[in-house]
């Protein structure tokens, strides 16, 4: 029988955070079993492990991960890993992982302060690209937003560091908490081009930022919190000069789903990357 551990990212206490169902070993397992484990855990996403490939790593904190939502795989996705880091950390301690992904390697570093571990990722190399026109009025609708209701200071752009992510920035608060799109026309939309979430944002100040996440493609209304999306968008923000290149951003999220958590989002002069960080705990069964 194939343990399934139930792990929470982005927050210390297991109500917070985002979910997500953690496979250490997943070596008996095809895709198959791994797609229908994920759908029956119905978590936004699911982290399975095998053996690393030859030469990552060093031997027992190297792994090949693989990522599936309740309805399909996913290339990388950010809260998985650090749940899977934060479960590897209490079974083998804190320290470097390495993960080999389908979006790339992904080293991750993880801490313990005051009996709470601690995860950092981070990203493959990150790229951001214009949205058409007639893509950003349909996601507009599908949300049924406005364009008025859009922060004119953080403008619509694809952004990528590991997945594809539609970043939208709201102009006040408000307008981020009322969330009732639909599903389905968001959802098509997002498979035509290849979007994985769409990152809603609302600045809240130079540095502060609330996010949420509709994920219709992975069968999911709302991811609580989003890694990748994080990972992106830090990229994004750099790229726009909206951030200094070397910043360190707060994003809080999945407090208008009662699951609060926040996700620490650090950027480096001189380097590409992202590194995107947060606590974890496990989920009782």
Do not use: K
């Not at 809080?252 to 947060?278: C, I, M, N, S, W």
Request: aromatic share 6%; net charge negative.
């Amino acid at each position: 029988m194939t343990d399934v551990l139930r792990y929470t990212a982005f927050s210390s206490d297991p109500a917070g955070g985002n979910p997500a169902g953690v496979v250490l070993d997943a070596a008996g397992l095809d895709a198959a079993a791994m797609q229908a484990i994920a759908a029956e855990l119905g978590y936004s996403e699911s982290a399975f492990l095998t053996e690393a490939p030859e030469g990552l790593g060093e031997a027992g904190r190297a792994f090949t991960i693989r990522y599936f939502s309740p309805q399909a795989e996913v290339p990388f996705c950010g809260h998985a890993t650090v749940a899977t880091a934060v479960a590897l950390g209490d079974r083998i301690g804190p320290g470097d992982l390495v993960f080999a992904t389908r979006a790339g390697t992904v080293p991750v570093t993880v801490t313990e302060e005051d009996g709470t571990l601690r995860a950092t990722l981070t990203s493959v190399e990150p790229h951001s690209e214009d949205i058409a026109p007639d893509d950003l009025a349909e996601a507009l609708a599908a949300l049924d937003w406005p364009a008025a209701d859009l922060d004119p200071a953080v403008p619509p752009r694809i952004a990528y560091a590991g997945a594809r992510h539609l970043v939208l920035g709201a102009a006040t608060r408000e307008r981020l908490a009322d969330l009732d799109y639909d599903f389905d026309r968001l959802a098509a939309l997002m498979r035509r081009l290849d979007l994985t979430t769409v990152q809603l944002v609302w600045r809240a100040s130079d540095t502060v930022f609330h996010v949420r996440d509709p994920f219709p493609v992975g069968g999911v209304v709302e991811d609580p919190a989003t890694g990748a999306a994080a990972a992106a968008f830090g990229a994004y923000v750099r790229e726009l000069g909206l951030v200094p290149e070397e910043s360190v951003l707060t994003l809080h999220q999945g407090e208008d789903l009662g699951r609060p958590g926040v996700l620490t989002v650090t950027l480096r002069a001189g380097d590409a990357r992202v590194r995107v960080g947060g606590t974890g705990a496990r989920i009782p069964e």
